[in-house]
């Protein structure tokens, strides 16, 4: 019975959804003749190297790191222009850094492999989401009264790469708290899409998915709690990954959380460019020793059972012929040369994977944004969501909604919420048993590739393709399969079960290979 009226609800609210896609897509649309600004051409060959590589170089001293950081640098500046996507660089310290960095391997008696194992991102630029602290640098996270927030010191996981001998470049552009899809704030504005600057670059990792995207960094630290890296991975042509939960240390991220249930829904991650890098930072960030050594076992597709799935729940919009499309080209490719069947899943609770996620993550208690946000209960949310129509308020709609709808789920009763825990718990039995410890599923990334700005309100229930994985703890990839008919990125996510993190990248390597991984944006070039 009690499912029963889930599933009737759900067709309300989907019925809602497709009402206000056909009120509001009109006339967002018409952002599409808006002028496309093209990116300027990639100068220097440094900016298509992985990072990998940029460390090797750098060891063998066949390139400085003063060299590569200040390709970067420029890189960043002729691009950002477009895209808006840096809230706060550092740029002349990291040149200091990376003199430094030269000045070191000059006299250093270390060998190559010594270098590599002790200091695997010796003189490489990173670039950091700005909920990340990276001390002395902003970290309001968009909110506009406290503009001027810096880091008093850096988060757990900006020690380690730094450790690794990373030179942090900059902070980049989110949501307000993180709070949505798309990353735009009232302290910094929108971050655009290199490859379509009409359109959005997703959230709430944006920032740092643009710079990827356009060969402005080349290795990011991201964070993920509703898709927050992965969506904007796929929207920008990049991979992402979410890794197993509490494989990575999440202090020092802005918002965070004393619940319990935090650490098991949120954590932060990686976006890099190529494939490649993704075992290199996941070793450096990983805090058990036993799981960093998990990302150096060699995995063959050949021995892997893999699975796949082209739609989500009942909630969701079905993905679109490019989604599909790109999905059964991996099908295809692992079938004709593997010899092994794609089969496809069935999972009995998935049907409820949005409800499973927006009642778990809404129930959670969030420091930030209980101590940034003036507006939680009805009545004060209601007056914010009323002042933000006259563009009076010093919120963004989002974190306004996000207030309205957690008063609203608060007055769920509390055997909604453990009808929710107890199928979270059933989904994840039945993915332990399907995937076992050598499996992955296929499955959609998002609906459909990168949309116009605010078009993610009457799609917030298409979120569930990659907010689901966070409240089952599970690690997923989001990988670049090429290029839809508008050049627009599109992608699909790898999933695998708990600890086995090193299953989805072996993956990604192999799709990388095949299909060509990250394409350079279209570039203007009458430009400089």
Known sequence: MEDTVILIVQKIVKFILFLLSCLLTPFLMLQGLRKRNKLPLIKSRLLLLSASEIARKIRRQEVSSEEVVRAYIERCNDVNRSLNAIVESRFDAAVQEARNVDKFLAVVARTEEQLARDLPLLGVPVTVKESIAVEGMSNAVGVKKRKSLKANRNAQVVDMIREAGAIILLVSNTPELCLFWESNNKTTGPTWNPYDTTRVSGGSSGGEAALLGSAASCLSLASDIAGSARLPAMFCGVFGHKPTACLVPCRGHRPDSNDTNWPQYFTIGTMVRYAEDLPLVMKIISKPEESRCRFDQKVSPRNMKFYYLDDCCGMTNSIDDDMKQAIQRL??????????????????????????????????????????????????????????????????????????????????????????????????????????????????????????????????????????????????????????????????????????????????????????????????????
């Open 331 to 528: 099908r295809m490719h692992i079938e004709t040369a593997y010899g092994l069947k794609v089969q496809k899943a069935q999972f009995s609770q998935m049907k409820f994977a949005f409800e499973i996620g927006a009642y778990l993550l809404l129930h959670l208690e969030v420091d930030g944004v209980n101590q940034d946000v003036t507006c939680a209960g009805s009545s004060k949310a209601l007056l914010e969501l009323l002042k933000c129509i006259f563009h009076a308020s010093s919120y963004s709609l989002p974190v306004i909604a996000y207030s309205l709808l957690k008063w609203i789920f608060s007055k769920f009763p509390q055997s909604v919420r453990d009808a929710m825990a107890e199928k979270r718990i059933s989904l994840k039995r039945e993915f332990e048993e399907l995937l076992g410890d050598d499996g992955v599923l296929i499955f959609p990334s998002f609906a459909s590739a990168s949309h116009y700005q605010y078009q993610a309100y009457a799609k917030v229930a298409d979120f569930t393709y990659m907010m689901i994985y966070n409240v089952l703890g599970l690690p997923v990839t989001q990988c670049p399969m090429g290029l839809n008919k508008r050049g627009l990125p599109v992608g699909i996510q790898i999933v695998a079960n708990a600890g086995n993190d090193h299953l989805t990248i072996a993956v990604a390597r192999e799709i990388e290979r095949v299909f060509g991984g990250w394409q350079q944006p279209p570039a203007n070039e009458s430009q400089v």
